[in-house]
Every structure is written in structure tokens, then in C-alpha cells.
């Protein structure tokens, strides 16, 4: 998840960074479009792809990592680890009593 959102990040980043000054040019060379405009457009363009980078940057990878969980988070992941194990030592039961039934049934064809 994180790489999605960090690619996401980079892609609007560069969307506004560079999208929005390349469309006033575009629009500017070929359309009339005002070069003052132009100007102060594709300069808030970059402040703004400046701040959702550096936003993004501190709010995402290198933001807070959660490893301070609150107890009840704590006591649910205890939980939750302990069903896992008890799942797992169940399937390791079904996985013998099938190699049983399995021995069963060899010994039964021959």
C-alpha cells in the first residue's frame, strides 16, 4: 500500500509540477493566452507540487511509523496472533488425519 500510494504521490507531484506550467505555455504560445498569467500560474503550480511533495513526503514514508500502539491495539494483535497459532496447530491435525485416510485408502486399493 504504501508503494501505491508513494508512486501516486510522485505522479501528481509531477502532474502539477509540470502538467499545469506545460498547459499555460501550451496555451500560451498557441492560444494568446496572457504570459503574466502564464507566469503566475505555473509559479503557484510549483509551490504547490513543492508542498504536496514535502507534505507528502513527511505525512507518508517518513512519517510516523506506528510502533506506538495503544495497549487495546496491543491486546487485539495478542489475540489475534494466539487464534493464528491455534488455527495452525488445527490444520496440522486435519494435515495428519488426511495422511491417515490417505494410507487408509492406498492400503485399500492394492
Known amino acids: 500500500m504504501a508503494k501505491t500510494s508513494t508512486i501516486m504521490l510522485g505522479l501528481s507531484v509531477i502532474a502539477i509540477g509540470l502538467g499545469v506550467p506545460a498547459a499555460c505555455l501550451y496555451a500560451s504560445l498557441y492560444y494568446g493566452f496572457n504570459a503574466v498569467i502564464t507566469a503566475v500560474i505555473s509559479v503557484f503550480a510549483l509551490l504547490v507540487a513543492a508542498?504536496?511533495?514535502v507534505i507528502g513526503v513527511v505525512m507518508g514514508p517518513l512519517g510516523d511509523t506506528g510502533?506506538?500502539?495503544?495497549?487495546?491495539?496491543?491486546?487485539?494483535?495478542?489475540?489475534?496472533?494466539?487464534?493464528?497459532?491455534?488455527?495452525?496447530?488445527?490444520?496440522?491435525?486435519?494435515?495428519?488425519?488426511?495422511?491417515?485416510?490417505?494410507?487408509?485408502?492406498?492400503s485399500v486399493e492394492e
Not at 490444520?91 to 488426511?98: H, N, T
Open 51 to 53: 508542498a504536496i511533495g
Open 67 to 106: 510502533d506506538d500502539m495503544s495497549r487495546a491495539d496491543r491486546e487485539r494483535l495478542r489475540a489475534f496472533r494466539a487464534h493464528q497459532r491455534t488455527t495452525l496447530e488445527e490444520l496440522d491435525d486435519i494435515i495428519a488425519v488426511l495422511g491417515e485416510i490417505r494410507d487408509v485408502l492406498r
